[in-house]
């Protein structure tokens, strides 16, 4: 069992940045596909970023929509998933979670982008953007 805890969360006007902290009660540095989803009211969970380790190879995957503006990272030695967030936009607006899939399968083909491809949860953090 992983526990996942989000911080960083918090309001900002649209052109800012936030970093987004993940803390995991264990590593989950190697194998584990290791996500970022955010959920808006009346809309669906999005995934947003993944990452995965495997061997020396560290595996990096965005949305569209965030792609060039978040970046998402993870410190072994903390145990700790980021996801630094620039250029904010009002359309970011939403509760972001973090997930861990005790597997590398579902960042190498793609489904990571579905929330039912990962186990374990955060709590989730809110981020508002205002315009």
């Known amino acids: 069992q992983v526990q996942l805890v989000e911080s960083g969360g918090g309001s900002v006007q649209a052109g800012g940045s936030l970093r987004l902290s993940c803390a995991a009660s264990?590593?989950?540095?190697?194998?584990?596909?290791m996500g970022w989803f955010r959920q808006a009211p009346g809309k669906e969970r999005e995934g947003v970023a993944a990452?995965?380790?495997?061997?020396?190879?560290?595996?990096?995957y965005y949305a569209d929509s965030v792609k060039g503006r978040f970046t998402i990272s993870q410190d072994n030695a903390k145990n700790t998933l980021y996801l630094q967030m620039n250029s904010l936009k009002s359309e970011d607006t939403a509760m972001y979670y973090c997930?861990?899939?005790?597997?590398?399968?579902?960042?190498?083909?793609?489904?990571?982008?579905?929330?039912?491809?990962?186990?374990?949860w955060g709590q989730g953090a809110q981020v508002t953007v205002s315009s």
């Open positions: 997930a861990a899939d005790p597997g590398p399968a579902h960042c190498y083909s793609g489904s990571w982008r579905r929330s039912q491809s990962f186990v374990h």
């Open positions: 264990r590593s989950t540095y190697n194998n584990y596909c």
């Open positions: 990452i995965v380790t495997g061997g020396d190879a560290t595996y990096y």
